[in-house]
């Protein structure tokens, strides 16, 4: 959610998406983004349980709002780049109608749109180019693409800390979720800061000249749901939102916080 549209794919600096990419088991990364990946976990090996944690949040959010709500409009704001069950891809096998919008700015993410515009015959499934950080821009995008006279899921999965103001980050979620009609819902997850080996693994990261990712107090991350309807259980790790029955072990924890919330 960094680059300018249209600039240079630069793989001399590690960049988030393709790191995040390599810790799901992805292909799509350089041996820059490897090298700052295994340097993270040397000093934070729990961050692939992040990552592996905040796909299956993203899976089962999905899953409850195509299936127990019946949402058949999804946004999905800085989405990152392809792994397994992208959110259209989750959507359109409970409601093979379904419409998925993805959002990003990135030109690597771009070059690689032509992957997340596989869609269900039944459904359709677009991308648009624009920044979280100007999030009108990302609602006049939005409307020639989704209904906003029906409800529509705003998806935020671990990219609010890329904006570094916390006061920029509630503008984002107010204007977006603004332009939303009742009955529409967000969900997201993002990192905290509670844990000092993410902190310190975040800041070496920070200081290679990769774009930085704020890790914020619990606390503020509660707060990007003010004047929603959080669904139960609330604003909880990963993996406590509405786990599913794991007969082989326990999902490892993390302090990654999430949550779905209704606009009421």
């Known amino acids: 959610m960094t680059e300018e549209p249209g600039s240079i794919i630069d793989t001399s600096v590690p960049h988030s998406a393709r790191i995040w990419n390599y810790w799901l088991g992805g292909k799509d990364n350089y041996p820059v983004d490897r090298a700052a990946g ?3 976990l040397q000093v934070y ?12 949040f993203l899976a089962r959010a999905v899953r409850y709002l195509a299936g127990e709500q ?4 999804f946004l999905d704001v800085g989405t990152g780049l392809p792994t397994v069950d992208n959110t259209h891809e989750v959507a359109q096998r409970v409601a093979p109608e379904s419409h998925i919008v993805y959002v990003d700015n990135d030109p ?7 992957a997340l515009l596989t869609s269900r015959p039944e459904g359709e ?13 990302v609602l006049s995008a939005a409307r020639e693409k989704l209904d906003f006279d029906r409800p529509i899921a705003v998806m935020l999965m671990g990219v609010l800390g890329h904006v570094d103001s916390y006061d920029d980050v ?16 967000l969900a997201l997850y993002d990192d905290t800061d509670t844990d000092e ?4 693994a975040q800041q070496q990261y920070d200081d290679t000249g990769a774009v930085p990712y704020r890790l914020r107090p619990p606390g503020q991350i509660i707060g990007y749901f003010d004047g929603l309807e959080l669904v139960e259980p609330g604003v909880v790790a990963c993996e406590d939102w509405r786990p599913e029955p794991n007969p082989f072990n326990d999902a490892p924890k993390t302090s990654t916080l999430c949550g779905v919330a209704r606009k009421p």
Do not use: F, K, W
Not at 45 to 56: E, H, L, M, S, T
Not at 70 to 73: L, S, V
């Open 38 to 40: 295994d340097q993270y």
């Open 45 to 56: 090996p729990g961050i692939v349980d992040i990552a592996r944690a905040g796909r299956n």
């Open 197 to 200: 080996a993410h902190n310190e």
């Open 125 to 137: 499934t677009s991308y648009i180019q624009a920044d979280m950080l100007q999030p009108e821009q």
């Open 170 to 185: 509630l503008t984002i979620i107010r204007t977006l979720t603004g332009g939303l009609c009742p009955g529409s819902y």
């Open 108 to 114: 690597l993410v771009l070059s690689h749109a032509h």
């Open 70 to 73: 019946g949402i058949r409009q």
